[in-house]
T-cell receptor, first 111, second 116 residues
Framework: RKEVEQDPGPFNVPEGATVAFNCTYS??????FFWYRQDCRKEPKLLMS???SGNEDGRFTAQLNRASQYISLLIRDSKLSDSATYLC????????????FGQGTTLQVKP | EPEVTQTPSHQVTQMGQEVILRCVPI?????FYWYRQILGQKVEFLVS????????KSEIFDDQFSVERPDGSNFTLKIRSTKLEDSAMYFC??????????????FGQGTRLTVV
C-alpha cells in the first residue's frame, strides 16, 4: 500500500464549481498533515495544515479523520487561478520532520 | 518574507560527472532537507540534516550522494558520478520543527538537473 495515496485526476471543473480531493495515508502514527499546492515545474507551497477539528481558510476547507486515515480538501467557488496540482503531505512519525508526499491531484478550472 | 534559495536553477551535466547543488536555508531554521521530483512523478524524500549530521536518509540516497553544511549558511547536495536516472528537480527545504507539530517546511525554487 502506498504511504500517501491520492487520485491523480485530472479534475476539470468550471469556474465557480466546488471540488473535493481525498487522500489516504498508511501510517497510523503520522503526526501532522498538510495540503501543498504545486504549480507546473515550481516548488511545493503550503496551502494549509490539516487538523482533526477541521479547518477553513477562505474558500478552502480541510478535514482529517484519524480513525479512517483519511484527509480531504474542499475548494469552493473555484477560480481560474486555482488550477494547479494539490499535494497531500504527511509528516513522518520519526522526529526528523521528513515529509511524505502523495502523487498529487491535478485541478484544471475552465472559464 | 524569508525564503530558501537554490542555485543553479538549471544544471546540465554529462553522465559520470560530479555535480553540487547549493541551497541557502532560512537563517534561523535548524532542520534541512533535500527532496527530488522526477518529471511526472511525486516528490520523494532524499535526506534530512540536523545538528551538522544526517538524521535520516532514504534508499535513494546511496553512496553517490552526500550532503554538507560547509559554513553557517550553505547546505549542499553532491552527486559524485551522475547517471541518466538522476535527472530530476531537486528541492531543498528547511523548517524549525521546535515551534509546533504543524510547522511549515519551506521549499526552495528547485534545481533542474539534466544528465545527458
Amino acid at each position: 500500500r502506498k504511504e500517501v495515496e491520492q487520485d491523480p485526476g485530472p479534475f476539470n471543473v468550471p469556474e465557480g464549481a466546488t471540488v473535493a480531493f481525498n487522500c489516504t495515508y498508511s501510517n497510523s502514527a503520522s503526526q501532522s498533515f498538510f495540503w501543498y499546492r504545486q504549480d507546473c515545474r515550481k516548488e511545493p507551497k503550503l496551502l494549509m495544515s490539516v487538523y482533526s477539528s477541521g479547518n477553513e481558510d477562505g474558500r478552502f476547507t480541510a478535514q482529517l479523520n484519524r480513525a479512517s486515515q483519511y484527509i480531504s480538501l474542499l475548494i469552493r467557488d473555484s477560480k481560474l487561478s486555482d488550477s494547479a496540482t494539490y499535494l497531500c503531505v504527511v509528516r513522518d512519525s520519526s522526529n526528523t520532520g521528513k515529509l511524505i508526499f502523495g502523487q498529487g491531484t491535478t485541478l484544471q478550472v475552465k472559464p | 518574507e524569508p525564503e530558501v534559495t537554490q542555485t543553479p536553477s538549471h544544471q546540465v551535466t554529462q553522465m559520470g560527472q560530479e555535480v553540487i547543488l547549493r541551497c541557502v536555508p532560512i537563517s534561523n531554521h535548524l532542520y534541512f532537507y533535500w527532496y527530488r521530483q522526477i518529471l511526472g512523478q511525486k516528490v520523494e524524500f532524499l535526506v534530512s540534516f540536523y545538528n551538522n549530521e544526517i538524521s535520516e536518509k532514504s534508499e535513494i540516497f546511496d553512496d553517490q550522494f552526500s550532503v554538507e553544511r560547509p559554513d553557517g549558511s550553505n547546505f549542499t547536495l553532491k552527486i559524485r558520478s551522475t547517471k541518466l536516472e538522476d535527472s530530476a528537480m531537486y528541492f531543498c527545504a528547511s523548517s524549525d520543527l521546535g515551534r509546533t507539530d504543524s510547522t511549515e517546511a519551506f521549499f526552495g525554487q528547485g534545481t533542474r538537473l539534466t544528465v545527458v
